[in-house]
Each structure stands twice: as structure tokens, then as C-alpha cells.
């Protein structure tokens, strides 16, 4: 099975969980959430722009770049994989 398909079985599986929880307990659950996800947005706007500062001084032509960007999916599938 895939990670994603693993997180969504995760996921579904938690939710029944809350539903059991009174209210206070969903909403506080429902906070820390949505306060991680904005907290996540923020970290991922800084990594988009440090992604666009960085391609934007490389020669997108230059055999150097497709090396690295290969390299780069190499090693995400390798953290896949963990």
C-alpha cells in the first residue's frame, strides 16, 4: 500500500476517534489543527521563496540543473521509502 493510502486509512481512522470526544475535546483538537496548518503554510511560503531565489540564478539550460534536479527526486524517493 502507498504512504498516502496508509495516511488516509491513519486519517479516517482518527476522525471516528474524534467524533467519540465531546465537544470541548474536537474543538480544542480542531484548534491545534488549524494552528499547525497555518504554522506549516507560513514554513512552506519561506521554502517556495527560497526555492525561487535559488532557480532564479541557475542556467535552467545547463546540464548542471538536470543533474541536480534529479539528484533531488532521487533523494525524496529515497526518504520515501523510510
Request: hydrophobic fraction near 40%; glycine fraction near 4%.
Amino acid at each position: 500500500m502507498s504512504t498516502l493510502g496508509k495516511r488516509l486509512i491513519g486519517a479516517a481512522k482518527e476522525a471516528r476517534v474524534m467524533t467519540q470526544q465531546n465537544g470541548d475535546e474536537r474543538y480544542a483538537e480542531f484548534e491545534r489543527a488549524l494552528t499547525d496548518v497555518l504554522t506549516e503554510r507560513e514554513y512552506v511560503l519561506e521554502r517556495r521563496t527560497r526555492l525561487a531565489r535559488a532557480r532564479a540564478v541557475v542556467d535552467k539550460n545547463d546540464p548542471q540543473y538536470l543533474e541536480a534536479v534529479e539528484s533531488a527526486f532521487s533523494l525524496l524517493e529515497s526518504m520515501d521509502g523510510l
